[in-house]
């Protein structure tokens, strides 16, 4: 953890800037300046630590650089994760990760997922009673998959592959309010974890047909004579090639491409409609041919302003804001290259200088999904169900399965504003009104989150911990501050000392504190007051 000087300190300040002002605005100062000698202190003392390391060094991961690896490409790591990746080079770590993605989930789906939708006829035969139960049953169902889409993102051994099925979601955008029935939400995730880090070409035609994105972009009434251009456009603006790549009449011509590509109205599965498909000359992109969807989707795979596109917002995603041409042109083509192989961008991105400098640590603000998911897996946070930890991400922004538009979340500052903030310091005060020992860690049932089922991933408390923990909310949420502090050789009524302040700096912050911090803190509350500074909100 390094001092900010120079360029470092003027790209920071204008990352905090949002996070600072929401500070002030929401949140109690958190010590007065008469204390700033003491933070000075320690930032004498990392800046000092920091000059001894020799340039020789910096391709071997200490525990900083770890720490920040493993936050920037899945969620903030425990002790024993860590562990894993300290001492191996920059190129072993990339290499470790890359090989330890997975395809498919660890916890399974709830039971309803692969159950038919209602038939046609079915439908027709329901009481308004009966639509208005429908109805209520597909709300809950939808709240269900938040909840265990977030337990298989806080315990999945492989946090790279839900960062990803995470990023084709905000990608792909596909929404509740549009695609009513939740098992096509779900059947898309599936789909997006088993291509996260396939090849982008294959996951491009299988999205394009999935009975959620029909739905979504309203692909399914596409038809010829009355083509609807919704897909044909955002496949380019969102999908592909981005925005002043292609005109008008691209999009109209695409359009009549893609007629014919349907839904059975019964089971509401993909369907080739032949008699509904123009099969006329059309003119994308310069090519001219009686092309049908698929062959479109290819002339836009061969353009290089896809490859540059795709992995421009890879870089937003895991270096910083703003993308820098000059560096994503030789992965771009080493992309497409690869005939768009995902890992092959990814490695390019984590193995780039850029990646690694000072310049981009702590300049990216944590999402939602990443503020919570990260808490509960760096602090080994047990918990009886994750449905409350879906509401939380919902609250602080980020409605899983429910995007706010076709463009999905803008994310990086616009994730902090006053109201945002001070539900992101609530959820750390519910962490610290929980720091009771719990029980073993259990896997639990699939139903995780109904009408008060247990789930995966959270640990069994015993009954009067149950009891007391019933008092901190519905999650029964459980933090074994003891165990977590002893790590860093101190409890939470001691006062920890220089070193030890410094330790819990680097474990939680990817940054010096912003604000000062009381210098007769115990361990507790000094952790505290650090998941309380704006710089918890970086990665």
Known sequence: MKLLTGSKHARWLAVTATITAAVTCSVPVLAEQQHAPHAQRLKDHAQVAASAASPSEQDILDANDARFFLTRVGFAPDNTELAQYVGLTRGQAVDKILASTRTEAVTPMPDWVVEPVPTRDVRKTWTVDQRREEQRLRGERYEILRAWWVREMASTPSPLTERMTLFWHNHFTSGQD??????HMAQQNILFRRDALGNFGELLHDVAKDPAMLQYLDGAGNRKGKPNENFAREVMELFTLGEGHYTQQDVSEAARAYTGWSLDPDTEAYVW????HDDGNKTVLGQTGPFDGDQVLDILLARPETATFVASKLWREFISDTPDEARIAPIAAQFRASHYDIKVALRGLFMSDAFWTDDDRG??????????????RAFDIGYDNTAPFAVQIRTLGENLFYPPNVKGWPGGTTWINSSTLLARKQFVEQLFRATEAAGPRRMKSATD???????AGGRQANPPAQRAMARVGQGGVRFDIDTWLAHYNTAPTAKPGLSAELQLQHAVLPLTPVDAIETDSTASAYLEALLMD???QLK
Do not use: C, D, M, W
């Open 178 to 183: 549009k695609v009513q029935f939740p098992q």
């Open 363 to 376: 300049v990216l603000v944590k999402s939602p999904v990443e503020f919570v998911v990260g808490a509960l």
């Open 534 to 536: 704006p710089a918890y």
């Open 273 to 276: 409609r032949a008699n509904l």
């Open 449 to 455: 989150g109904a009408s008060g089922a247990s789930g």
